[in-house]
T-cell receptor, first 115, second 112 residues
Framework: GAVVSQHPSWVICKSGTSVKIECRSL??????MFWYRQFPKQSLMLMAT?????????EQGVEKDKFLINHASLTLSTLTVTSAHPEDSSFYIC???????????FGQGTRLTVV | QKEVEQNSGPLSVPEGAIASLNCTYS??????FFWYRQYSGKSPELIMS????GDKEDGRFTAQLNKASQYVSLLIRDSQPSDSATYLC????????????FGAGTRLAVHP
């Protein structure tokens, strides 16, 4: 399977600060990456689709000004949680796919705790 | 609204038994179907993919797809305690962007 590296694996930040999470596709170029969020005992919820060289596409209910996505290269997408609050504490996971309609490969995930 | 439905469980089976996990989806245009396993605190890992009607077997795992009934299942034969995890059904919906939508997951517990 594809190797997807996500960093950091966990982060604790103070309320009101911003946190950046990186997702790297290590063995192929990914024009599209996906960002998910998972709360305890819940399923993965798609937040947004990150498109290389263009704006991300956000799912309904996801604040684009709060969750900033940048896909500046074919191997790197970043998610920045701005002005984080305790309710943003969650498990954030990125994924990539090789081609349309094929399986997604996931990064290791980032556990964000906002205190 | 595009949905993927699973029984949340927990599904408890004895070691060596067959575990049967089920999933239904709402979008008739869906083309790709996946089963992922997720251990607590970890990201999902792919178990099976299936794209056409019928059965697909890989080791102890068999995925079954029935597009007419909008139904996908996963059978785990000779269940082991190490199979205890949450199993997520995922469907790629039509409409572009190759979006993968997940069900809520079924928690499987295999007891010795």
């Amino acid at each position: 399977g594809a190797v997807v590296s996500q960093h950091p694996s966990w982060v604790i930040c103070k309320s009101g600060t911003s946190v950046k999470i990186e997702c790297r596709s290590l063995d192929f170029q990914a024009t599209t990456m996906f960002w998910y969020r998972q709360f305890p005992k819940q399923s993965l919820m798609l937040m947004a689709t990150s498109n290389e060289g263009s704006k991300a596409t956000y799912e309904q209910g996801v604040e684009k000004d709060k969750f900033l996505i940048n896909h500046a290269s074919l191997t790197l997408s970043t998610l920045t949680v701005t002005s984080a609050h305790p309710e943003d504490s969650s498990f954030y996971i990125c994924s990539v796919t090789r081609t349309v309609f094929t399986e997604a490969f996931f990064g290791q995930g980032t556990r964000l705790t906002v205190v | 609204q595009k949905e993927v439905e699973q029984n949340s469980g927990p599904l408890s089976v004895p070691e060596g038994a067959i575990a049967s996990l089920n999933c239904t989806y709402s979008d008739r245009g869906s083309q790709s179907f996946f089963w992922y396993r997720q251990y607590s605190g970890k990201s999902p890992e792919l178990i099976m993919s299936i794209y056409s009607n019928g059965d697909k077997e890989d080791g102890r795992f068999t995925a079954q797809l029935n597009k007419a009934s909008q139904y996908v299942s996963l059978l785990i034969r000779d269940s082991q305690p190490s199979d205890s995890a949450t199993y997520l059904c995922a469907v790629t919906f039509s409409g572009g962007y190759n979006k993968l939508i997940f069900g809520a997951g079924t928690r499987l517990a295999v007891h010795p």
